[in-house]
């Protein structure tokens, strides 16, 4: 099983980011697919989820109306389209697929918003 992030790197603030996640070993098309972030000194949070489908998405308050997840299960990939950038989304950015009695985790991308 491989989740491999990328796409993070500097940007200003109000800029926009697209990460990507790639898939393999695994039924990427089953799975429903998180973002998550971490930020120096704080917890791993989650950031947007989307089902297996791609019929339902769900974000964190902070992230509505800037960010967008989404996937192609014809090429085992989940995006994360970021907009709207702030300074306090800098953060390492996770891509995650649930998993019973393992989730399965990406190594992380870092994005940095600063001018």
């Known amino acids: 099983v491989r989740l491999v992030e990328s796409g993070g ?4 603030p109000g800029g926009s980011l697209r990460l990507s ?3 393999s070993g ?3 098309s ?3 697919m998180n973002w998550y972030r971490q930020a120096p000194g704080k917890e791993r949070e989650l950031v947007a989820r989307i089902t ?3 019929d339902s998405t769900n974000y964190a308050d902070s992230m509505k109306g800037r960010f967008t997840i989404s996937r192609d299960n014809a090429n085992d990939t989940v995006y994360l389209q970021m907009s709207s950038l702030k ?4 953060a390492v950015y996770y891509c995650n697929a649930p998993n019973w009695p393992n989730d399965f985790w990406g190594q ?3 994005v940095t918003v600063s001018s």
Do not use: N, R
């Open 9 to 12: 790197g500097l940007v200003q």
């Open 21 to 23: 996640c790639a898939a």
């Open 26 to 28: 695994f039924t990427f």
């Open 30 to 32: 089953s799975y429903d």
């Open 52 to 54: 297996s489908t791609g």
């Open 87 to 90: 300074p306090e989304d800098t």
């Open 108 to 110: 992380g991308t870092q």
